[in-house]
């Protein structure tokens, strides 16, 4: 009986751990007080898109050729802070998008979460923006984006680039998003795994290559935390792990018309290469490069010659890449 009351005596303090954690949390970030914290937000713009403000930071002059850049799951604008005024001075209108439900767009309830709804918000972004065409560049999550959109909206998409893309539900099988999707489960361990900072560290160490270990921070670590802060950040989280869909991009990858780059890391722990390889089988007009001592966001491990990647493709009216000079920090590139 001991043994018993115990277990219900801990199971009881547990519940009130996590009551005390669902009504004390804030209802959303708000924006006027953190906005001095978030990088480049003097090139924070808001918009209505469907009825949902929409967060996105723009660099470059707008009668240059566009570029939308694609966030990852759990991640901001903030993972573009050091490339997209690069790409930008090479003569580009570079827009970095926070998708619904992260970053400082709008975090509604009654949005599904699925990529397909993404992919439409991003076209009538386009459309709010006035921008015909695009190249369209995604990582991680933002790759399915980017892909969906390439496939239902061809006509919007000037170029594709692709760095560490989600391709397939393989990551389901994490096992915290195999709890997660367990009802009242997730709800109780998502807003105590995403205000973890040794949990965001540790999240981090995976995602980087250990040469780049060094780039983990306080600061880092407080632009990823920061926007999801609060109850509604918790649940997008947890609405797009339950609503991930992305098997239709390696089935669909074959109908991809566009020239295509990607991007993966040597050491990609997330996105294995494996998934780079498949799809540069599959995507006709394809070019795959692999970086050396890189993980999971090339963007942020590799700057200068993921900008210098990125926009020698643009530039080149065939799609090509040189980069002769960094051929040593290059695996392959085929």
């Given at each position: ?23 004390t949390?804030?209802?959303t ?62 003569g ?10 992260f ?9 599904d ?100 270990h ?8 407080a ?21 991930w ?57 590799m ?32």
């Amino acid at each position: 009986m001991r043994k018993r009351d115990l277990a219900i005596g801990a199971m009881g303090l547990i519940g009130g751990v996590v009551a005390v954690k669902m009504l004390t949390r804030e209802k959303t970030v708000d924006w006027n007080t953190v906005s001095d914290k978030v990088l480049h937000s003097g090139r924070s713009k808001f918009t209505s898109v469907d009825g949902t403000r929409v967060h996105y930071q723009e660099f470059g002059n707008s009668t240059d050729p566009a570029i939308i850049l694609i966030h990852g799951f759990t991640a901001s604008v903030y993972v573009w802070s050091n490339v997209a005024p690069q790409i930008a001075d090479a003569g580009f209108h570079v827009i970095a998008v926070d998708l619904v439900g992260f970053g400082y767009s709008e975090k509604p309830s009654w949005f599904d979460y699925t990529i397909n709804s993404q992919a439409r918000m991003i076209v009538r972004l386009m459309d709010k923006l006035g921008i015909g065409r695009a190249v369209m560049t995604g990582s991680s999550y933002g790759g399915a984006v980017a892909a969906t959109i390439a496939l239902d909206h061809p006509d919007r998409v000037e170029k594709l680039v692709l760095v560490g893309a989600v391709i397939n539900d393989d990551v389901k099988n994490h096992p915290l998003l195999r709890l997660a999707s367990i009802p009242g489960i997730g709800e109780a361990m998502t807003p105590f795994l995403i205000d973890s900072k040794i949990f965001l560290r540790r999240r981090m160490y995976l995602t980087l290559a250990p040469v780049n270990h060094h780039l983990i921070d306080d600061e880092r670590v407080a632009n990823v935390q920061r926007p999801l802060a609060a109850a509604d950040g918790h649940h997008s989280v947890l609405a797009t792990s339950r609503n991930w869909h992305a098997n239709r991009i390696e089935k669909d990858a074959h109908l991809i018309v566009h020239q295509t780059l990607l991007i993966w890391g040597e050491e990609d722990k997330v996105i294995p290469l494996i998934n780079g390889y498949k799809l540069y089988g599959s995507v006709v007009n394809s070019r795959l490069v692999v970086l050396k001592n890189c993980g999971h966001v090339p963007q942020e491990e590799m700057s200068d010659l993921f900008t210098r990647l990125v926009t020698e493709f643009c530039h080149d009216r065939e799609g090509r890449i040189e980069a002769k000079e960094n051929e040593d920090m290059m695996l392959d590139i085929v």
